[in-house]
């Protein structure tokens, strides 16, 4: 395989578990947020390829880096965010990051603890909610928050994914303390359901994520730009609602994501929230130093 977007699987950011650039974003910001996206998931393609080899996966990830880093024109996927950066005068900090998170997705297959997961999340997660806060020009005060609910967004999918991504990468995100813990080894994530051991770790993690979303819960009013506040908001219900089902739910055997009818019911939630909110208010956003 000769460039990394030949190892695209044809998803985008209509099949993600959470919203990607949606209307409630302005559209001067949303070229930014998807070049991103499209880098990050070209990315993600090759780190998951089935055939791939690993010496491969790390060479298409290295061609990556340089083209977005300008040297090399190799990888198409990467010349729309480099160009973006340069545009906005952006850090290329976050999507090498990401590259980061994606060579020790080829690297590694096991996560020992929950500190192990929270630091996977710095490279994985983290930067992709700084990158959208720095488009918008939004203060990096606002981090922590970010961080909180990133980290917790991405364990929720590897909750929702955890069979899955056992079975077809032999992939395991549950931390191994908490399995042992709960007396199931890493071989019961391939069963059709989870033991009743299972159901109690995996319950348990998502309650641990509750706390992430906890600490995240201020994030969306201390945004400046009306949109992107909105979104975040949005963002972090449906989070709630997914770590919720988490607890009730058996992922090996039973959906645990939100329709259409349920997102709609979170979107009007989330805007009945803000009606008569005075805290939330547009205020002029000052860029923060790159």
């Not at 005068?89 to 996560?111: G, I, M, N, Q, W």
């Not at 949109?227 to 219900?237: F, G, K, N, P, T």
């Not at 089902?245 to 090996?252: E, I, K, N, S, V």
Request: proline letters at 5%; aromatic letters at 6%; glycine letters at 6%.
């Amino acid at each position: 395989m000769d460039t990394a977007s030949s190892a695209r699987t044809g998803k985008g950011a209509g099949d993600e578990n959470f919203p990607v650039a949606s209307w409630l974003i302005a559209p001067r910001h949303r070229p930014a947020i998807l070049a991103f996206y499209d880098f990050a998931r070209t990315a993600d393609d090759v780190a998951d390829h089935p055939t791939l080899q690993p010496s491969e996966k790390m060479r298409l990830l290295d061609d990556l880096e340089a083209s977005l880093l300008g040297k090399s024109d190799k990888e198409a996927a990467a010349l729309p965010l480099r160009a973006i950066l340069l545009e906005l005068d952006l850090t290329p900090k976050h999507a090498l990051d990401l590259l980061d998170a994606f060579r020790l997705d080829v690297r590694k297959t096991r996560y020992g603890s929950w500190s192990d997961l929270i630091s996977y999340c710095h490279l994985s997660a983290m930067p992709v909610g700084r990158y959208v806060l720095d488009v918008h020009r939004e203060s990096r005060d606002l981090w922590p928050a970010n961080d909180a609910l990133c980290a917790a967004l991405q364990i929720i999918n590897h909750l929702q994914d955890c069979g899955k991504d056992y079975r077809e990468l032999d992939r395991v995100y549950v931390p191994l303390n908490s399995m042992q813990a709960a007396g199931v080894q890493v071989s019961d994530l391939g069963a059709a359901a989870a033991s009743p051991g299972l159901r109690l770790c995996l319950s348990e993690l998502a309650l641990r994520t509750s706390t992430l979303l906890d600490e995240a819960a201020p994030f969306s009013l201390g945004i400046r730009d009306r949109r992107l506040s909105l979104e975040v908001a949005v963002i972090h219900r449906v989070a709630t609602k997914l770590s919720r089902l988490l607890r009730q739910r058996d992922p090996l055997s039973e959906r645990v994501h939100i329709g259409k009818v349920d997102a709609f019911g979170v979107l009007v939630g989330a805007l009945t929230s803000r009606i008569g909110d005075i805290s939330w208010r547009k205020v002029p956003a000052s860029r923060p130093s790159i």
